[in-house]
Antibody, heavy 119, light 112 residues
């Protein structure tokens, strides 16, 4: 069974750095793209970008490029989303999701990681 | 960026009755391979989104045949033939033809 397990909720201060994780199981991690989706409180879903663990190929949403970094550790089947300097506006739920066989849809989703940035 | 506009934004549905959500894109989502790169997701209250329909009309594994997707080009429809209480939540369309992929604003479906 395909599963994506995300790291737990985080409470940070503006200017802090943060790395959240998404661990895949039940499939070959390096052969499927992983996407990241943001959902600010009470708002719609937003696509941050996609990452291919096999060769680290990455496509960022230009609106988020430079604000977040996607990466992965293939040895532990884990993808990461990180910030070097958080802002209050980064407060949101972040989902990882696996792309399907024709990589244009998300077929499995993680449970989400809630990131709260507050002074 | 391709803009996805859903309507209605709120849909009070009656159990056993049909319900329809539409999604209009600012550019054609028809790929040269003949598929429309539009997907539909349902986010039930307190849950992660789940895939319902991909490539415009293909039901994801385990999705009841009460759900159907149709349309081509810039106009797409998600139909629920007979609404059930468990169908409540927010429905999103998403285009995956052109980066950045973009979602609609969401349609909140609840039970009358």
């Amino acid at each position: 069974e395909v599963q994506l397990a995300q790291s737990g909720a985080e409470v940070k201060k503006p200017g802090d750095s943060l790395k959240i994780s998404c661990t895949g199981s039940g499939y070959t991690f390096t052969r499927s793209w992983i996407g990241w989706v943001r959902q600010m409180p009470g708002k719609a879903l937003e696509w941050l970008g996609i990452f291919y663990p096999g060769d680290s190929d990455t496509t960022y949403n230009p609106s988020f490029q430079g604000q977040v970094t996607m990466s992965a550790d293939k040895s532990i089947n884990t993808a990461y989303l990180q910030w070097s300097s958080l802002r209050a506006s980064d407060t949101a739920m972040y989902y990882c999701a696996r792309l399907g066989s024709t990589p244009n849809f998300f077929d499995y989703w993680g449970q989400g990681t809630l990131v709260t940035v507050s002074s | 960026d391709i803009v996805m506009i859903q309507s209605p934004l709120s849909l009070p549905a009656t159990p056993g009755e049909p319900a329809t959500i539409t999604c209009r894109s600012s550019q054609s989502l028809l790929h040269s391979n003949g598929y429309n790169y539009v997907d539909w997701y349902l986010q039930k209250p307190g849950q992660s989104p789940q895939l319902l329909i991909y490539l415009g009309y293909i039901r994801a594994s385990g999705v009841p045949d009460r759900f159907s997707g149709s349309g081509s080009g810039t106009d797409f429809t998600l139909k629920i033939s007979r609404v059930e209480a468990g169908d409540v939540g927010v429905y999103y369309c998403m285009q995956a033809l052109q980066s950045p992929w973009t979602f609609g604003q969401g349609t909140k479906v609840d039970i009358k």
